[in-house]
């Protein structure tokens, strides 16, 4: 019996992540192919491929890209982007999203510096990352500190920390391997 149960907990244990990480993938592709693949089926009807959406709506981000670098194209994305940032409520989540965009693909990333923070009155430390080195912008008497996101185990979540330098130790860690070890509780160290 015991050895019954040690092969259905060997099977749980191999087969879950596989079929975990099969529906991830088919939930992004669905996702990303029905962004324009939705718009197109009533018109291709029976000839529709999936997967066209998905093409089409790289292609479309791609030329959007390039047209953000020429003169009159790039002036009307950058008029637009001021009158984004000018409209009560939207500007808010407007500069939230790009922000967190420009973070993770932008020229400077946020999350490409590592660090152990120190908790006041314990050996215990954190993992995370720092996203911003000076504060005083933010606000003046956090000058002597910098901002560190925590993310939370297990989860997407996370919580943003305002330390004193000092208690700052940038580590040499790959930003994704710190990620793989905080989101797994510490169980996955490589």
Not at 5 to 17: D, E, H, Q, R, S
Not at 40 to 53: F, M, T
């Amino acid at each position: 019996m015991k050895r019954l149960i040690k092969n259905f907990i060997n099977g749980i244990l191999t087969i879950v992540p596989i079929l975990l990480v099969i529906y991830v993938v088919y939930k992004i592709f669905m996702f990303l192919d029905g962004i324009l693949g939705n718009t197109l089926k009533p018109y291709l009807k029976e000839s529709y491929i999936p997967g066209i959406g998905l093409l089409l709506t790289l292609i479309l981000i791609t030329v959007l890209g390039w047209l953000s670098t020429k003169f009159i194209t790039g002036t009307l994305f950058k008029l637009i982007d001021r009158l984004l940032e000018k409209i009560p409520g939207v500007k808010t989540i407007y500069s939230v999203i790009k922000d967190t965009v420009h973070s993770f693909l932008g020229e400077k990333k946020s999350f490409s510096k590592v660090v152990l923070i120190s908790h006041p009155g314990s050996d215990m430390k954190s993992v995370g990352f720092l996203t911003s080195e000076d504060l005083q912008h933010f606000y003046e008497p956090l000058g002597h500190c910098v901002a560190v996101y925590i993310p939370q185990t297990f989860q997407v979540a996370g919580f943003t920390v305002l330390v004193p330098k000092e208690s700052v130790e940038i580590i040499d860690v790959k930003p994704e391997e710190a990620m793989k070890f905080i989101l797994s509780g510490g169980m996955t160290s490589k």
